[in-house]
């Protein structure tokens, strides 16, 4: 993983905190970044070039209007003010190379001088029963700060750690493997041997809480269960969601007072046009 810092930019030590998405049902945790960029005026530093990483092109995404500045597939964002790094993810991973990609972005944040990870992800609705049925809480979270992935911040939020965490299940202890390096043993390519337990270690947050751990990072996993459709309400729970984890108030910024949050340009047609009236 390449990182091309944007001219005129000089990254700075002070932002340790890097947020990013892991991709996932509905795209929640991109839609969240997208938010947080905005609303926190990130400024972009640079980008990062991935051989794992599909190529994509787009238009300005953040305004306030579009000036023909060019959105790549993985773009680094810097808040000086709030201490953060932010990294968007446009673009899926090719099939097969999300570990090799999670150990290339934890190379990156390591040397980089990052010092704690919060991967934002959603999680499908239909496997939330299976885990709690008594919560009507939708944000659980997955920790580095111990071994059976609890952290104290996250418990006086008042969220769940993500049950289906077991360190000795054979798939994490699989990803924890080839985060460290070694070779694998089994091929978890092939669905007729994958089972329930196999699912949350089989997503791609799952790599990059591995990847990064193994780096010796401390990276914390903030994960909301939702259906796919119009995911723009999740992403502002999320984002909320993130927002107390960092102790940022979301009112102290924004165009918007009342709510503190700024929407991104692109989320103007991110579900394409209103339909044409004439059909109905």
């Known amino acids: 993983m390449e990182f091309v810092v944007a001219d005129g ?6 932002c340790s905190t890097l947020v990013l998405p892991a991709l996932s049902i509905g795209n929640v945790g991109q839609l969240s970044i997208d938010l947080m960029i905005a609303s926190v005026k990130a400024e972009r530093i640079g980008y990062l070039d991935d051989p794992s990483v599909l190529p994509c092109v787009g238009n300005d995404a953040y305004g306030p209007v579009a000036v023909g500045e060019l959105a790549l597939p993985l773009e680094v964002y810097e808040s000086v003010d709030h201490g953060l790094s932010l990294i968007q993810q446009r673009s899926p991973v ?36 299976r885990i709690d049925e008594s919560s009507d809480t939708q944000v659980y979270y997955l920790s580095s700060s111990n071994v059976d992935g609890t952290e104290g911040r996250c418990e006086k939020l008042r969220w769940k750690m993500l049950q289906g965490y077991d360190p000795n299940q054979r798939r994490w202890k699989y990803l924890e493997s080839l985060a460290e390096g070694n070779s694998g043993q089994e091929d978890f390519d092939d669905e007729l041997t994958l089972t329930d337990d196999d699912y949350y270690p089989g997503l791609p947050f799952a790599a990059l809480f591995s990847s990064c751990k193994a780096k010796g990072l401390t990276v914390t996993s903030i994960l909301y269960y939702c259906s796919e459709g119009d995911n723009i309400p999740d992403s502002f729970k999320l ?22 949050w700024c929407i991104p340009l692109s989320w103007k047609t991110v579900y394409g046009p209103p339909p044409n009236m004439s059909m109905f």
Request: charged share 30%; glycine share 10%.
């Open 9 to 14: 930019q000089t990254p700075h030590r002070d």
């Open 94 to 129: 090719i099939k097969g190379m999300m570990v090799e990609y999670a150990k290339n972005l934890a190379d990156f944040a390591a040397s980089s001088g990052k010092k704690h990870l919060i991967v934002l992800s959603g999680l499908d609705s239909g496997r939330r029963k």
């Open 239 to 260: 984002a909320e969601a993130a927002y107390k984890y960092l102790g940022i108030c979301p009112t102290k910024f924004g165009d918007n007072k009342d709510i503190g």
